[in-house]
């Protein structure tokens, strides 16, 4: 009776388990993000407790991690994530006046459990594909992507997260 018992409980908990991975990954897809002739490919999650808007242009905006983002980026905002000076607003403008035209950098202020006044640096991409099950969906100048300087995922399932108003 006891083994029955046991047994029971065991595959409740396999099959939850099973059930929130699989509606995980039907909630993943891939995007290829371009920047001055160059590409990074990431998995992001498509987040829909992600409302963060770029303030001036009300832009939609894809979070991402600073190392999958890393290869794209110019030298001198690589320093700044290096040095981890990404809240640094005196920093952040040298750079900005810096980069002139090369990168079009934003600020996007954001508030989540645990950080009030949090800040983001964010650029406009030339170009966004995002790989949907029947198709690829390209964006030219439509959003905004912010650099997080963390993981995203513990499990590192996702390096990103997807603004749902970007699928219409």
């Known amino acids: 009776v006891m083994g029955i018992g046991l047994a029971i409980i065991l595959i409740r908990y396999i099959s ?7 509606a995980k990954e039907n909630f993943l897809t891939r995007i290829t993000i371009n920047l001055n002739n160059k590409k990074v490919n990431l998995v992001t999650l498509i987040d829909t407790g992600n409302s963060l808007k770029e303030p001036i242009t009300q832009k939609p905006v894809i979070i991402a991690e600073y190392s999958s983002l890393e290869s794209i980026l110019p030298e001198p905002l690589r320093k700044i994530y290096i040095e981890k000076k990404e809240d640094d607003l ?25 950080n009030e006044n949090g800040i983001l640096i964010g650029f406009t991409p030339d170009n966004i594909s995002i790989y ?20 995203l995922s513990k499990d590192e399932q996702y390096n990103g997260l997807l603004h749902p108003e970007i699928l219409g």
Do not use: W
């Open 16 to 22: 939850k388990y099973h059930r929130s991975r699989l």
């Open 90 to 114: 005196s920093s952040i403008a040298n750079i900005m006046e810096d980069l002139g035209d090369e990168i079009k950098l934003r600020l996007i202020p954001f508030k989540s459990l645990g």
């Open 132 to 151: 949907l099950d029947n198709e690829i969906k390209s964006l030219k100048n439509e959003t905004i992507v912010a650099i997080y300087n963390n993981k």
